[in-house]
C-alpha cells in the first residue's frame, strides 16, 4: 500500500508559478511511475504530467507541456509539479497518483485506470 500526500497548493495570481509536491510512502518510490490529474469544478479529473520510475522519461498534457514541469527526488519518495504562467482554467484540485511500473504503462499512463494509488488531493486557486 502507497500512501500520498499532496501539499503547495493555495491562492496564486494568474501569471504567476507555484510547485506541488507529493510526499510518498509505504513502497519503494524510487520503482513507481508517478503522475499528476487535476479536476476543475463540474469537469471530468484530467491528465497533467507523468513520470517513469527509470529513466526519466515524461510525459505531458499537450496543452500544457512548457508550462508545467513533473521532477522527482527519490531520496526524499517525493514527485513535484512545478507550474508557471498560471491561468484562471488552471485552477482546479490537483491529484498525486503512482503506479507500479508494469511494462505496458506507457499505453495509459494518461487514464485514472495507469495508476493503483492516489492522493487526497491539494486545491490551486489562480487569481486575477
Known amino acids: 500500500q502507497v500512501r500520498l500526500v499532496e501539499s503547495g497548493g493555495g491562492l496564486v495570481q494568474a501569471g504567476g508559478s507555484t510547485r506541488l509536491s507529493c510526499q510518498a510512502s509505504?513502497?519503494?518510490?524510487?520503482?513507481?511511475?508517478v503522475g499528476w490529474f487535476r479536476q476543475a469544478p463540474g469537469t471530468a479529473r484530467e491528465f497533467v504530467a507523468a513520470?517513469?520510475?527509470?529513466?526519466?522519461?515524461?510525459y505531458y498534457a499537450p496543452s500544457l507541456e512548457g508550462r508545467f514541469t513533473i521532477s522527482r527526488d527519490n531520496a526524499k519518495s517525493t514527485v513535484f509539479l512545478q507550474m508557471s504562467s498560471l491561468q484562471f482554467h488552471d485552477t482546479a484540485v490537483y491529484y498525486c497518483?503512482?503506479?507500479?511500473?508494469?511494462?505496458?504503462?506507457?499505453?495509459?499512463?494518461?487514464?485514472?485506470?495507469?495508476?493503483?494509488?492516489w492522493g487526497q488531493g491539494t486545491q490551486v486557486t489562480v487569481s486575477s
Open positions: 509505504g513502497s519503494t518510490f524510487s520503482r513507481l511511475n
Open positions: 497518483a503512482a503506479a507500479p511500473n508494469r511494462s505496458d504503462w506507457s499505453g495509459y499512463y494518461y487514464e485514472q485506470r495507469g495508476y493503483d494509488w
Open positions: 513520470l517513469r520510475s527509470s529513466g526519466g522519461r515524461t
